[in-house]
């Protein structure tokens, strides 16, 4: 088992930046990808990026791309997700997820360990 717990989350001006972190723990050298998932009120949860733990590869949403960098830090087991140039439509619960298998995907049914969630506002 993982446990995931997010951070960071809060109020912020249009084109502002955020910082939110997710710290993990248990059995976390199981761990082969850790992802980003946003969820804003009456919408689908969707894919904002992923990080490969072993190697820091990175891949993002074509609607974050340029604005969101994802890291993480292997000692800390702590995985970053760094916002800039935030927009209103980036309003949403931001969830970080992780997976043990041997790929990772978009798909959030392929994660099986999440997060609870830090909700993140942008004021127009």
């Known amino acids: 088992q993982v446990q995931l717990v997010e951070s960071g989350g809060g109020l912020v001006q249009a084109g502002g930046s955020l910082r939110l972190s997710c710290t993990a723990s248990g059995r976390t050298f199981s761990t082969y990808a850790m992802a980003w998932f946003r969820q804003a009120p009456g919408k689908e949860r969707e894919f904002v990026g992923v990080i490969i733990w072993s190697s820091g590869y990175t891949w993002y949403a074509d609607s974050v791309k340029g604005r969101f960098t994802i890291s993480r830090d292997n000692v800390k087991n702590v995985v970053y997700l760094q916002m800039n140039s935030l927009k209103p439509e980036d309003t949403a619960s931001y969830y970080c997820?992780?997976?043990?298998?041997?790929?990772?995907?978009?798909?959030?049914?392929?994660?099986?360990?999440w997060g609870q969630g830090t909700q993140v506002t942008v004021s127009s």
């Open positions: 997820a992780a997976t043990s298998g041997s790929s990772w995907s978009r798909s959030r049914s392929e994660y099986p360990y």
